[in-house]
């Protein structure tokens, strides 16, 4: 089955500076890559998600990049705010079926 | 709207108890999800209705563990003779669409067990 793994486990930045998370997934069938936010005591909530045929996809200060030949994803959150403060996921749908394979998180922290 | 509601929120069982949580997903929704997410890891995927239909049931880690969505809306994941390992959020997501679809799973909050 699919495996995704995710770096870095927390991220520590300055309001107002740019985050990057990573993450690799395994297999190459994979054709669907969300990245969730979610809040303590919440559900993750989508914020970006980015399909096999696309490069890379932008909405406002977020962006996420896909390489497909090595395999990997990353986030990119650019002017930081403390309300980004959160832990993110990214996640991989295997191509068997709808069911999501997440990576271990990533606890975003923003220092106003 | 109303978004994905699960029920109860919390839940303590003390160990051997069976337990039951609820998952009322978004209306119309054809694809309904169960992932356990314990303590400072990403979910993990236990099962998935397509209607009323289980098309995937790969993920529940025993036989413990049992699902239903009998009339293709509400579902009940329910756990028999709980262990503490068994303590994690559990978490539903539903989808507007069935396999094979790119179309974003939206989840609820979460169940958090704790079996003591």
């Known amino acids: 089955g699919e495996n995704v793994e995710q770096h870095p486990s927390t991220l520590s930045v300055q309001e107002g500076d740019s985050a990057v998370i990573k993450c690799t997934y395994s297999d190459s069938a994979s054709n669907y890559f969300p990245w969730y936010k979610q809040e303590l005591g919440k559900g993750p909530q989508l914020i970006i998600d980015i399909r096999s045929n696309v490069g890379e996809k932008k909405d406002q200060r977020i962006a996420v990049t896909l390489n497909k030949t090595a395999k990997h994803f990353s986030l990119h959150i650019t002017e930081t705010q403390p309300e980004d403060s959160a832990v993110y996921f990214c996640?991989?749908?295997?191509?068997?079926?709808?069911?999501?394979?997440f990576g271990g998180g990533t606890r975003l922290m923003v220092k106003p | 709207g109303a978004g994905v509601s699960q029920s109860p929120r919390y839940k303590v069982a003390k160990r051997g108890q069976d337990v039951a949580l609820r998952c009322d997903p978004i209306s119309g929704h054809v694809s309904l999800f169960w992932y356990q997410q314990a303590l400072g890891q990403g979910p993990e995927f236990l099962t998935y209705f397509q209607n009323e239909a289980q098309l995937d049931k790969s993920g529940l880690p025993s036989d413990r563990f049992f699902a239903e969505r009998p009339e293709g809306s509400v579902s009940t994941l329910k756990i028999q003779r709980t262990q503490q390992e068994d303590s994690a959020v559990y978490l539903c997501a539903s989808s507007m669409s069935g396999t094979g679809a790119y179309n974003e799973q939206f989840f609820g909050p979460g169940t958090r067990l704790t079996v003591l």
């Open positions: 996640a991989a749908r295997y191509n068997a079926g709808n069911m999501l394979t």
